[in-house]
């Protein structure tokens, strides 16, 4: 397995295995079941998703800007403004469906951009100064906190979490020469 050569391409490889897994965990669970919510108060499955995606979406295209302000409006807004027809993806198919693309679309902008761009200090949404690659890896970091709230809503339903399967598979021995 080669090595990334840069620390985009090694920033998009780790969003590519915290996506594959948040997938993986949507698909635990039943279609049927996407409207499932733990409480009144929170978010259903789908919502979860459809959150996950709406800052996705806003935190790259806010990233790629030359002028990138998270402050430009109020969060919600932001949101809305750069992923309005998010709540049009309502079915398990449609989700995986944009999460797969939104990943696509992003990695060959991101990649684009290139490392020196996203290593550029600007304005984080809590008013400190970092790179955009900080503010990419908070997003990314964004995502798992979700796929966790996921496994915690299979585990309600009755059903085991993706990860959790696949900690119970033998341990590959491996693949590479240790010497």
């Given at each position: 397995m080669n090595s990334p050569a840069t620390l985009l391409e090694e920033t998009l490889e780790y969003w590519y295995e915290v996506r594959k897994g948040l997938i993986k965990e949507l698909q635990v669970i039943?279609?049927?079941r996407i409207g499932f919510r733990a409480t009144l108060e929170t978010r259903s499955v789908c919502e979860i998703l459809q959150h996950v995606l709406e800052v996705a979406i806003a935190t790259v295209e806010e990233l790629l800007r030359e002028d990138t302000n998270f402050h430009r409006a109020p969060y919600p807004q932001l949101l809305h403004h750069y992923a309005p027809n998010i709540s049009k993806a309502d079915t398990q198919e449609k989700l995986v469906d944009l999460l797969v693309e939104q990943y696509k679309d992003a990695t060959q902008r991101l990649r684009s951009a290139g490392s020196l761009f996203m290593m550029q200090f600007i304005t984080?949404?809590?008013g400190t100064k970092g790179t955009r690659f900080a503010i990419l890896t908070d997003a990314i970091a964004h995502e798992?906190?979700?796929r966790g709230q996921l496994?915690?809503?299979s585990r309600l339903l009755g059903l085991e979490p993706a990860l959790t399967?696949?900690?119970?598979q033998p341990s590959v021995p491996p693949l590479e020469s240790t010497e």
């Open positions: 039943p279609a049927s984080k949404p809590d798992m906190y979700h496994t915690v809503y399967k696949l900690e119970h």
